[in-house]
Protein backbone atom coordinates (compact mmCIF):
# COMPACT_ATOMS: atom_id res chain seq x y z
CA UNK A 1 0.00 0.00 0.00
CA UNK A 2 1.31 3.14 -0.63
CA UNK A 3 -0.13 6.86 0.55
CA UNK A 4 -0.47 9.86 -2.28
CA UNK A 5 -0.91 13.52 -0.93
CA UNK A 6 -2.96 16.20 -2.49
CA UNK A 7 -2.69 19.66 -2.13
CA UNK A 8 -5.77 20.49 -2.30
CA UNK A 9 -6.85 17.66 0.03
CA UNK A 10 -6.23 17.24 4.05
CA UNK A 11 -7.34 13.59 3.09
CA UNK A 12 -4.22 11.60 1.49
CA UNK A 13 -5.11 8.19 -0.76
CA UNK A 14 -4.59 5.13 -0.23
CA UNK A 15 -3.74 2.54 -3.46
CA UNK A 16 -1.72 -0.44 -3.88
CA UNK A 17 1.92 -0.55 -4.84
CA UNK A 18 2.10 -0.19 -9.21
CA UNK A 19 -1.56 1.83 -9.48
CA UNK A 20 -1.72 4.85 -11.25
CA UNK A 21 -1.75 8.40 -10.11
CA UNK A 22 -5.08 8.33 -11.76
CA UNK A 23 -6.48 5.67 -9.48
CA UNK A 24 -4.95 8.14 -6.47
CA UNK A 25 -7.37 10.49 -7.64
CA UNK A 26 -10.56 8.41 -8.23
CA UNK A 27 -9.63 6.97 -4.58
CA UNK A 28 -10.18 10.94 -3.34
CA UNK A 29 -12.96 11.70 -6.11
CA UNK A 30 -11.20 14.11 -7.21
CA UNK A 31 -13.09 15.44 -10.44
CA UNK A 32 -11.18 14.03 -13.50
CA UNK A 33 -12.37 13.89 -16.78
CA UNK A 34 -10.12 11.60 -18.28
CA UNK A 35 -11.28 12.17 -21.87
CA UNK A 36 -9.11 9.68 -23.79
CA UNK A 37 -9.78 7.04 -21.34
CA UNK A 38 -6.35 6.65 -19.58
CA UNK A 39 -4.09 6.62 -23.05
CA UNK A 40 -1.89 9.62 -22.60
CA UNK A 41 -3.55 11.27 -25.63
CA UNK A 42 -5.08 14.18 -23.49
CA UNK A 43 -4.33 17.31 -20.56
CA UNK A 44 -7.57 16.34 -18.56
CA UNK A 45 -5.50 13.63 -16.08
CA UNK A 46 -2.95 16.43 -15.74
CA UNK A 47 -1.07 17.02 -12.85
CA UNK A 48 2.51 18.74 -10.60
CA UNK A 49 4.18 16.32 -8.80
CA UNK A 50 5.75 18.78 -6.12
CA UNK A 51 7.45 15.48 -3.77
CA UNK A 52 8.70 12.12 -4.52
CA UNK A 53 8.66 11.90 -8.34
CA UNK A 54 11.85 9.35 -7.84
CA UNK A 55 8.88 7.06 -6.88
CA UNK A 56 6.81 7.14 -9.77
CA UNK A 57 7.40 5.16 -12.76
CA UNK A 58 9.36 7.18 -15.84
CA UNK A 59 7.61 8.84 -18.38
CA UNK A 60 6.15 6.60 -20.93
CA UNK A 61 7.17 7.98 -24.52
CA UNK A 62 3.11 8.51 -25.13
CA UNK A 63 3.39 10.75 -21.91
CA UNK A 64 6.73 12.26 -23.63
CA UNK A 65 4.70 13.39 -26.39
CA UNK A 66 1.81 14.35 -25.47
CA UNK A 67 3.46 16.54 -22.53
CA UNK A 68 5.53 18.40 -24.79
CA UNK A 69 2.48 19.65 -26.38
CA UNK A 70 0.34 20.41 -23.06
CA UNK A 71 0.34 24.62 -22.34
CA UNK A 72 1.78 24.88 -18.61
CA UNK A 73 3.51 21.84 -18.37
CA UNK A 74 6.46 21.67 -16.30
CA UNK A 75 9.62 19.74 -14.99
CA UNK A 76 7.30 18.55 -12.62
CA UNK A 77 4.41 17.60 -14.39
CA UNK A 78 3.05 13.91 -15.22
CA UNK A 79 0.25 12.62 -16.85
CA UNK A 80 -1.97 10.55 -13.96
CA UNK A 81 -3.16 7.78 -15.61
CA UNK A 82 0.52 7.02 -17.22
CA UNK A 83 2.54 7.32 -13.54
CA UNK A 84 2.21 4.18 -11.53
CA UNK A 85 3.61 4.44 -7.84
CA UNK A 86 6.07 2.41 -6.74
CA UNK A 87 6.80 4.45 -3.21
CA UNK A 88 6.50 6.70 -0.26
CA UNK A 89 6.47 10.07 -0.43
CA UNK A 90 4.18 11.15 -2.90
CA UNK A 91 2.73 15.00 -3.26
CA UNK A 92 0.26 15.77 -6.13
CA UNK A 93 -0.60 19.42 -6.92
CA UNK A 94 -3.72 19.72 -9.42
CA UNK A 95 -3.12 22.50 -12.03
CA UNK A 96 -5.79 25.01 -11.96
CA UNK A 97 -7.88 24.84 -14.43
CA UNK A 98 -11.88 23.69 -15.86
CA UNK A 99 -11.31 21.72 -19.14
CA UNK A 100 -14.21 21.93 -21.48
CA UNK A 101 -14.46 19.21 -24.23
CA UNK A 102 -17.13 20.43 -26.35
CA UNK A 103 -18.62 23.93 -28.35
CA UNK A 104 -21.57 23.24 -26.17
CA UNK A 105 -20.24 22.95 -23.14
CA UNK A 106 -18.65 26.17 -23.43
CA UNK A 107 -22.13 27.85 -24.43
CA UNK A 108 -23.61 26.57 -21.08
CA UNK A 109 -20.97 29.48 -19.62
CA UNK A 110 -22.07 32.27 -21.05
CA UNK A 111 -23.21 34.96 -18.40
CA UNK A 112 -20.79 33.21 -16.02
CA UNK A 113 -17.15 34.95 -14.59
CA UNK A 114 -14.35 32.35 -15.49
CA UNK A 115 -13.81 30.94 -12.13
CA UNK A 116 -10.22 29.67 -13.15
CA UNK A 117 -8.87 30.01 -16.56
CA UNK A 118 -10.90 27.61 -18.96
CA UNK A 119 -8.94 25.27 -21.04
CA UNK A 120 -8.91 22.96 -23.86
CA UNK A 121 -8.32 19.26 -23.38
CA UNK A 122 -6.51 18.04 -25.46
CA UNK A 123 -3.43 20.55 -25.31
CA UNK A 124 -4.93 22.73 -22.17
CA UNK A 125 -4.48 25.64 -24.07
CA UNK A 126 -6.08 28.78 -22.59
CA UNK A 127 -9.34 29.04 -24.32
CA UNK A 128 -10.50 31.90 -21.59
CA UNK A 129 -8.68 33.78 -18.93
CA UNK A 130 -9.52 33.38 -15.14
CA UNK A 131 -11.59 36.17 -14.20
CA UNK A 132 -12.92 37.12 -17.17
CA UNK A 133 -17.46 37.20 -18.03
CA UNK A 134 -18.11 35.03 -20.75
CA UNK A 135 -20.38 36.73 -23.26
CA UNK A 136 -21.64 35.02 -26.06
CA UNK A 137 -19.20 37.26 -28.36
CA UNK A 138 -16.04 35.46 -26.10
CA UNK A 139 -17.33 32.09 -26.94
CA UNK A 140 -18.24 32.73 -30.85
CA UNK A 141 -14.57 34.03 -30.74
CA UNK A 142 -13.83 30.40 -30.34
CA UNK A 143 -16.22 28.36 -32.87
CA UNK A 144 -13.40 27.57 -34.97
CA UNK A 145 -11.72 25.02 -32.00
CA UNK A 146 -11.54 21.54 -32.71
CA UNK A 147 -13.01 19.35 -29.90
CA UNK A 148 -13.53 16.46 -32.30
CA UNK A 149 -13.17 13.79 -30.07
CA UNK A 150 -13.95 10.86 -31.86
CA UNK A 151 -10.72 12.12 -34.01
CA UNK A 152 -8.40 12.49 -31.06
CA UNK A 153 -9.23 9.33 -29.48
CA UNK A 154 -8.74 7.39 -33.06
CA UNK A 155 -5.07 9.02 -33.52
CA UNK A 156 -1.97 6.77 -32.34
CA UNK A 157 0.27 8.68 -30.12
CA UNK A 158 2.83 9.45 -32.98
CA UNK A 159 0.21 11.73 -34.79
CA UNK A 160 0.01 13.93 -31.29
S1 LIG B 1 -6.75 10.52 -19.16
FE1 LIG B 1 -6.06 11.35 -21.04
S2 LIG B 1 -3.95 11.50 -20.70
FE2 LIG B 1 -4.64 10.66 -18.87
Same mark, same amino acid.
Given at each position: ??? =?????????? =????? /?? %? #???? %????????? #? *?????? *??? *?????? $???? /? #? +?? /??????? +?? @???????????????? !?? #???????? &??????VES?AQL?Q?????? !???? &????? @??? %??? $??????????? $? %?????????? =??????? $??
Amino acid at each position: MKT =IKFKHDSQPA =IIQTK /QR %L #LDAM %LVRQVPVQM #L *CGGRGL *CAT *CHVHVV $EGSS /Q #L +TP /QTDREKL +TL @AVLTGAKANSRLACQA !QV #LGEGIHVE &LPKGLYVESFAQLEQLIGKRA !QQPV &LHPLD @ARV %LIQ $EGKIITRSVVN $E %LKSVDFDWQK =INTRSAS $EI
